[in-house]
């Protein structure tokens, strides 16, 4: 009688939805790798199939959800792009279109001032160079009287706030909310840049330079209430 053979098993094939969640991050960590730039197109479904391993049914479901949150778009007669590397930015833009300033506002200060607090207790000289000439060209752009010059360096340095705090969390949804933040800044200046509408942020940097998280916290409030402008 022939000795029996074994023939190895056949790899088990995962259940559909756990292939489409994987396809799902593959897309992701793709579109955060660079590779496929805010902007630009990604490769067609056939390619996708063929560079992912997976069948068509999958690459279209997990390119659906993509959609769905906000991450790419899909043009007729064009193909699908990508809009966001952030699902939680559309989101957040989206809110902005429902009346609801002083909703977001009130997000702001909740995120600015625990991240100033935090930034007191935490900053190293790296940051504090960073707050400095975040400072410093905050002052040149409201100098050259453009506001959409001064918003993005008005941004730039709450950026760089909550950068010198720490906390991963808290930098990622705040990176979310950094078209409410330029929104908001935009409407508080309307239209123009006017002496009264100007806000010294010097304090602030320097409770963060001096080590004081109360007083941080303090002016990081101040700058959201009760005028909403930066």
Do not use: K
């Not at 067609?44 to 769905?68: C, I, S, Y």
């Not at 279109?97 to 977001?104: A, I, K, L, S, W």
């Amino acid at each position: 009688m022939p000795p029996s053979v074994d023939f190895p098993s056949a790899p088990p094939v995962p259940p559909r939805g756990h292939r489409v969640r994987q396809t799902i991050e593959q897309l992701r960590a793709r579109i955060l790798g660079g590779e496929w730039p805010v902007g630009g197109r990604i490769p067609t479904e056939p390619q996708l199939v063929a560079a992912l391993g997976v069948g068509r049914n999958t690459v279209r479901e997990a390119v659906r959800a993509l959609v769905h949150a906000g991450v790419l778009e899909c043009r007729q007669g064009s193909g699908t792009y990508v809009v966001s590397t952030d699902e939680l930015a559309p989101v957040v833009a989206r809110r902005l279109g429902d009346d609801r300033m002083t909703e977001v506002i009130e997000v702001r200060r909740a995120f600015e001032v625990e991240a100033a607090r935090l930034a007191a207790l935490r900053r190293t000289p790296e940051d504090l160079a960073t707050l400095d000439g975040a400072l410093a060209a905050r002052e040149t752009a409201w100098r050259g009287g453009r506001v959409d010059a001064f918003v993005e360096a008005d941004a730039a340095l709450h950026m760089a706030v909550v950068a010198a705090a720490h906390n991963a969390m808290l930098a990622e949804l705040y990176a979310s909310f950094g078209a409410a933040l330029r929104s908001t800044v935009a409407q508080a200046m309307g239209g123009s840049l006017t002496p009264e509408r100007y806000v010294d942020h010097t304090r602030l940097v320097e409770a963060i330079r001096v080590g004081d998280p109360g007083r941080a916290a303090i002016e990081a409030g101040a700058f959201l209430e009760p005028a909403p402008w930066a």
